[in-house]
């Protein structure tokens, strides 16, 4: 309570760099204050309960997702040096994995389930970001020639534009499912894609689902980025005597690198979310225990998938802030 | 020497140069001036080779410019444009360095370069280290000149170079080319629509109008003898008389002798500057005194009135 007092009377504070740091510190009060608060709950109510019951966050837990955003908030706008933001960021997980470890939150219904789980849940978030790290190295293998080839023929740009577009619109579900037909003929006929594991089902589809989202995002953020580096500047780097290489490298990459960056951001983060999905078809992930959760009404199972999706979402987003950072510091 | 013969470019149907042939002696200051469109920048980068005429043929130092690698012409050339086209994530060093380094010089010769350039244009050292946004438009400029001057190349392509940049600093920056070219006697080729700017610094000139060229020769001679009303017009028109007394010394009218003058000109001053002073202290003469305060003799407000011009 304090706490969120605090984060109120914190609007009214002048200088900026203070306010965002103290909103941190007083947020991360109420992180810690509530979650500690939470354990401690848990474990008085189990003491007159039968062991299989469960208790459940309630709606304070919910103060807990506003106490996290106002920290990335306050980080954004504080405008902290890298360094700085790496400790705050330290200083957060090392807390929750403190509590973690003293046991704080082993009563919670959550912490139960997690620990339930807790074999299949490292195979299936190390699958998350497998799907998500191939989707995305698929979609820079074809999304990064594809920039190219709209950079130098602006006659084709429309068509591949409308028509990333278009797959853009189809829903995620949709999509899975249609390719599920046209894969299953593929692995019949062709053995030798079978035996590579490639099914109709499975992590296959839905890397290529993955990888037709992200193009849009991918081929549209490089594409804005490199044709906006200044026609002055790049008339003067040839002018000069830059061949087409070194423009490249030394000009164009870099000017733009915030862009790419920026488009390879989106691109992430969309995986990240998109790849829960994939669960449907049998990809695994983190989806797994959202679709179980569901299908099981067992709330505490669903945050055991999205919490972990939520959070690997923020620590994406983190590490380009920080790569952006470093990108925008000569400009 | 710089030679273009009978070049002509389009830009789909409509011609952006059309017919040009011109010579372009060594250690010329030339100027290419003309309205706007007709065609100077198009004329200035098809010597170096960015632009590829259509018809014609460009030679330079003999060679034809087509057998060239166009990439080795134009770090042998010095180019600058209005808004300096400075590298943005470069510093104003780097800047500077930018073609040496593309030419593979060895850091300590980079260095030695640099601080000859630092001293050549009266840069001051410590905005050597400054991003482009971090230096006013006259300071990006000059690091601009010592970009396109670092490799010492024999001929500078300038478009419009000082055409953004307040009266002060602009005499100033053509104070120091103009130095610069008497020193080094590099071939500098000009592009201008100010007339005022164009009668400063040319040796040679060239009025261009619609993709043709109109008229060549030096200053001088084309206020002197425009070719047609559009040379008239385009060289200013009602004040083309004023413009022709900037260009003729004191000296050139003086009668030699004693004089009782109370107001006095520096020899090497303009009859416009004499017409000027005359006018604003109500003389109808004036004495003329060298650099050391000798007097040399008077200039009279009837010999500028009545002067032929022996250019
Ligand atoms: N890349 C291009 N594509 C199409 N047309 C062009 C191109 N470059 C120049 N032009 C056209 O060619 C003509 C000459 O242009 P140029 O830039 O040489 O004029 P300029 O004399 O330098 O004008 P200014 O004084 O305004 O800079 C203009 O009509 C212009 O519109
Ligand atoms: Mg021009």
């Known amino acids: 309570m304090t706490g969120l007092c605090g984060l109120a009377l914190l609007s009214f504070v002048r200088r900026p760099k203070l306010r965002s740091f103290a909103t941190i510190l007083a947020a991360a009060l109420i992180l810690w204050g509530s979650l500690a608060g939470a354990g401690h709950f848990a474990a008085l109510l189990m003491q007159e309960s039968p062991p299989t019951a469960r208790a459940s966050l309630g709606p304070a837990f919910w103060t807990l997702a506003v106490a996290i955003l106002a920290i990335a908030d306050a980080m954004q706008r504080g405008n902290f040096v890298i360094p700085a933001r790496v400790c705050i960021g330290a200083a957060f997980c090392a807390g929750f994995f403190l509590m973690a470890a003293a046991g704080d939150f082993d009563d919670l219904s959550l912490a139960k389930e997690f620990s339930n789980n807790r074999g299949i849940f490292v195979t299936e978030l190390l699958r998350h970001l497998g799907l998500v790290c191939a989707a995305t190295f698929f979609a820079l293998l074809i999304g990064v020639p594809l920039t190219m080839l709209v950079l130098r023929k602006t006659a084709v740009a429309g068509f591949v534009f409308a028509s990333l577009g278009i797959l853009q619109t189809i829903p995620s579900i949709a999509l899975f499912g249609v390719l599920i037909a046209p894969m299953s003929k593929l692995s019949e006929q062709l053995p030798f894609l079978r035996d590579l594991g490639i099914n109709g089902t499975g992590p296959a589809p839905a890397i290529i689902a993955l990888t037709l989202y992200s193009l849009l995002p991918l081929v549209r953020g490089f594409y804005t980025g490199l044709s906006e580096v200044a026609r002055e500047v790049k008339d003067a780097a040839t002018a000069i005597g830059f061949g087409a290489r070194q423009m490249f490298i030394e000009v164009e990459l870099p000017l733009a690198m915030p862009a790419l960056l920026s488009g390879l951001r989106v691109v992430t983060i969309q995986a990240i979310g998109l790849a829960s999905v994939a669960a449907l078809i049998g990809a695994g992930g983190l989806g797994t225990f959202i679709f179980q959760g569901i299908g099981q009404y067992a709330l505490d199972l669903v945050l055991v998938g999205a919490l972990p999706v939520i959070l690997l979402a923020l620590l994406a987003n983190f590490f380009f802030e920080m790569l952006l950072g470093l990108a925008r510091r000569k400009l | ?311």
């Open chain 2, 1 to 311: 020497m710089i030679e273009l013969r009978n070049v002509s470019k389009s830009f789909g149907a409509t011609p952006a140069v059309a017919d040009f042939s011109l010579k372009i002696e060594n250690g010329a200051f030339f100027v290419l001036a003309g309205p706007s469109g007709c065609g100077k920048s198009t004329v200035l980068r098809m010597i170096n080779a960015m632009i590829v005429p259509g018809k014609g043929q460009i030679e330079v130092d003999g060679q034809d410019i087509r057998a060239m690698e166009p990439e080795k012409l134009r770090r042998s050339i010095g180019y600058v444009i209005q808004s300096a086209g400075l590298f943005p994530h470069w510093t104003a060093a780097d800047n500077v360095l930018a073609v040496p380094r593309l030419l593979k010089w060895s850091p300590s010769r980079c260095a030695a370069r640099l601080d000859a350039l630092v001293a050549l244009l009266r840069i001051d050292p410590a905005l050597l280290d400054r991003y482009p946004r971090q230096l006013s438009g006259g300071q990006q400029q000059r690091i601009g000149v010592a970009r396109a001057l670092a490799a010492d190349p024999d001929i500078v392509l300038m478009d419009e170079p000082f055409a953004a940049l307040d009266p002060v600093s602009r005499a100033e920056l053509q104070d120091e080319l103009r130095g610069i070219h008497a020193r080094s006697g590099k071939t500098i080729v000009f592009v201008t629509h100010d007339m005022d700017e164009a009668l400063r610094l040319a040796t040679g000139m060239a009025v261009m109008n619609g993709g043709r060229l109109i008229q060549t020769g030096s200053p001088a001679s084309i206020l002197l003898a425009p070719v047609d009303d559009f040379v008239r017009d385009f060289l200013g028109g009602e004040s083309l008389q004023l413009r022709l007394l900037d260009l003729v010394p004191v000296e050139k009218l003086m009668k030699p002798g004693k004089t009782k003058a109370t107001e006095t000109i520096a020899a090497g001053a303009s009859l416009k500057n004499a017409l000027n002073l005359m006018l604003a202290r109500r003389r109808s003469f004036l004495g003329v005194e060298d650099a050391s305060g000798k007097r040399l003799g008077e200039i009279h407000l009837n010999d500028i009135v009545a002067r032929r011009d022996a250019n």
